[in-house]
């Protein structure tokens, strides 16, 4: 295991161990989660086992309330439920995710050369401020940053730097080992005042006195830039009205009549590493498939130690599945492209298709009709499913989050103690 793997898990074991050493000081995050200190002890550090569900936000929450009063680990939990509120948002307005990305390549290709360099000065820790400078340099090195280093980082290339907050994004996304589509992309947009509209986050120098451990701001290079008189917002870019679509809902599992008598395979990817804990525990596949599509990874520039994170996650959720579905368990790292590769196995195994649960907006929610389009060239498709945590939380972020969380709230805090209560349920 190398370092950044022992900081923050990449196998559900070690996840839920990490979980049960952070489980007793639980209520004590809301009072200390801001503070950046080295080595970020009074967080869980389990962000991007969230984020490839080798434990489920759903199976964190049970454990919260199961052994804590609700009140004492709210904050905790509103923090949890965020991720699921910003998945949803984006699952609600696609456009948000495909505009983000066709503005990267746009800067990229038109850009100022003078801000494409002060930009790639700034992201290899060279901007002139020092903690800055630090924090650009922990996100390459490790793959992480506290929450809110992330909101300080993002406010001052923003606000400070005025440089495009979509190649912020983008770099946060590369490197990031929990990098999410939503979280980091509608992150960013709320600090630059996009996400709702006109309220922006100034990165303050008394704020980063008040949370930040002496040591990073052991050398107070550049922190005049950061006074709290000096800091303003950076003005706003236009924007088209962002458009909703519809909820499709999705079953948990197949109905048998669809899965009828042929042979099927279970595709699993990183955004889902724990399907044998899911309704689909007693799928009978004929053979599991991960793909690692070495393409689609170098397309986004993905950072090295991000790439060693989801690889050890693969590996660990697919090794985890073989047991549990006695079946043949294959590892693929392919530069065919995923859609080629799901079609070719198919193919090979003589299977009608596969079951999968549907990934979400993003990389792999892009791939989607590539996917479905390759297995129907030879009469196979493809079966998406969707937890029910998912189905019942994500069509309800239809606005802001506090009204997103207040149903949250009254259905978790109800059920609090009692572990066949811990879904969140709207209805």
Not at 168 to 191: C, I, K, Q
Not at 218 to 245: C, F, K, N, W
């Amino acid at each position: 295991m190398d370092a950044t793997q022992a900081l923050f898990p990449a196998t559900r074991e070690a996840a839920l161990a990490r979980w049960q050493q952070f489980l007793p000081r639980a209520s004590r995050y809301g009072a200390l989660r801001n503070r950046v200190v080295s080595g970020h002890p009074d967080v869980t550090r389990l962000s991007a086992a969230i984020r490839a569900r080798l434990v489920t936000t759903e199976a964190f929450v049970g454990s919260l309330l199961e052994t804590h009063r609700f009140e004492a680990v709210e904050k905790l939990v509103q923090e949890l439920v965020w991720r699921d509120y910003w998945k949803g948002w984006l699952e609600l307005r696609p456009g948000v995710w495909s505009d983000f990305r066709a503005e990267v390549a746009r800067i990229r290709r038109q850009a100022d050369p003078a801000v494409l360099a002060r930009a790639e000065a700034v992201m290899a820790g060279r901007g002139g401020i020092a903690v800055m400078d630090r924090f650009a340099r922990e996100l390459i090195e490790t793959g992480y940053l506290h929450n809110h280093a992330r909101m300080w980082w993002a406010g001052y290339w923003i606000h400070v730097e005025r440089l495009p907050w979509a190649l912020g994004a983008d770099f946060f996304y590369r490197h990031l080992l929990d990098a999410d589509p939503a979280s980091n992309t509608l992150g960013w947009r709320w600090v630059a005042g996009l996400q709702t509209r006109g309220k922006a986050y100034l990165p303050r120098r008394s704020n980063l006195e008040n949370y930040c451990a002496p040591e990073f701001l052991a050398d107070p290079t550049g922190l005049e830039r950061l006074d709290d008189a000096v800091v303003s917002a950076a003005p706003l870019p236009a924007e088209s009205p962002t458009e909703r679509i519809a909820w499709r809902p999705l079953p948990e599992r197949p109905e048998a009549s669809a899965l009828g008598s042929g042979r099927w395979g279970l595709w699993m990817h990183g955004e889902d590493l724990s399907v044998e804990r899911s309704a689909l525990a007693d799928l009978r596949p004929a053979v599991i498939l991960s793909v690692f599509d070495a393409r689609r990874v170098a397309a986004f520039g993905m950072a090295s130690p991000r790439v060693a994170y989801l690889k050890t996650a693969l590996a660990d959720g697919l090794d985890r599945a073989g047991r549990h579905f006695a079946c043949h368990a294959e590892a693929c790292e392919t530069g065919e492209g995923l859609a080629e590769t799901l079609a070719r196995v198919a193919q090979e195994r003589g299977l009608a298709g596969w079951v999968a649960m549907r990934p979400s907006v993003g990389p792999l929610g892009e791939a989607i009709p590539s996917i479905e389009a390759a297995l129907a060239r030879d009469g196979r498709r493809v079966l998406w499913c969707r937890r029910r945590w998912d189905e019942q939380a994500w069509p309800q972020a239809s606005a802001g989050f506090f009204g997103f969380w207040e149903k949250a709230r009254r259905r978790l805090s109800a059920g609090a103690g009692d572990p066949r209560q811990s879904e969140l349920s709207f209805r």
